[in-house]
């Protein structure tokens, strides 16, 4: 079940708008890239920039709330298909699940966060007609990441879902 997760995940964000630098984009989404020259950074910290984004947007939601940071999955190689099939290294993916009052409306608090990130985010629209409320947004400067944020569905609980992919990181030996 593990890797038809994470495989669903990255047909959604992989395919259409990947989070390795290298990866080709879509013409009308920019992405800036490194200089040849500067070194990958770590998967550490790459996997650090990930959690933090994940903590920033958990800190957006207002109380009550539950957060529930999900096992880490096996980190996907920057050569893989999913990811553009370029560079070196891995990407890191974060996912959480924030439990919230059962009378929050769920799809005004998916469309409160973009604007809520800052700068260098940018809100992409990935063509599927979802019947649950959906936002996918991307960090287009240093550092590379993509979120996507929805509605936790097939529960009994009220909530949203987090998972957001790192650019490459590369391992030390």
Known sequence: MRMRERG?????????????P????????PRASPSPSDPPPSFDQ????IDSLI??????IPEPKEVVILADGDPLSCSDPLVGGHGKGSVYTGRAKIYVDPATDISELVNSIPPRLGEGWVVVDLGLDLNY????????????MDLSVDKILHSDRTGISLSAISRC?????
């Open 169 to 173: 990181g590369v391992r030390d030996r």
């Open 133 to 144: 409320p959906e936002t996918y947004v991307q960090h287009r400067t240093t550092p590379w």
């Open 8 to 20: 669903c995940a990255f047909v959604l964000f992989g395919l259409l708008a990947c989070a390795a």
């Open 22 to 29: 290298a990866c080709a984009m879509p013409p009308s989404l």
């Open 46 to 49: 790459v996997r650090q920039e």
């Open 55 to 60: 903590t920033r947007v958990a800190d957006l």
